[in-house]
């Protein structure tokens, strides 16, 4: 009996996503397990500290959209179903656990940069994906 059965991918479609969709493939084919591709936007407000007075939802509807379509091509080059496809927004960390526990995810699989010295203590998503998740969680290494 394998101990991995659905494995939750959190990708940031960079260049260096395919390093991290690919750990996430083998480990899916060495356990038989289902694969979960998501992505996490982060909301416009965010990036501006929320202090522009101005609508931003045609921005944050654009970015929606391309994410969608950038994780799309993703999952069809490798073969995940389009309802295992999830792009959602919010705060990477918060949003990666809430989806790990709702589709019951048993291992979470996000990319780490391997950050040292102050970077590392001003936190990663790899790190906050860590600190908080039920399950067991694979930080793969990006070089």
Do not use: F, W
């Not at 918060?94 to 589709?103: F, G, K, Q, V, W």
Request: aromatic content about 2%; charged content about 25%.
């Amino acid at each position: 009996m394998s101990t991995y059965k659905r494995v939750l991918a959190a990708i940031d479609l960079t260049e260096e996503a395919p390093q991290v969709l690919n750990r996430a493939i083998e480990v899916c084919k060495a356990h038989n397990a289902e694969l979960l591709l998501c992505h996490v936007v982060e909301p416009v407000g965010y990036a501006y500290g929320g202090d522009i007075p101005m609508d931003l939802t045609e921005l944050q509807d654009q970015l929606d959209a391309a994410a969608k379509d950038q994780l799309a091509s993703y999952g069809k080059s490798h073969g995940v179903s389009e309802e295992n496809q999830i792009v959602t927004v919010g705060r990477p960390e918060t949003e990666i656990h809430r989806l790990s526990e709702e589709r019951q995810a048993d291992l979470i699989i996000v990319g780490s940069h391997g950050r040292r010295g102050i970077q590392l203590l001003l936190g990663s998503t790899a790190n906050g994906v860590l600190h908080g998740a039920k399950c067991d969680v694979l930080a793969v290494r990006i070089s």
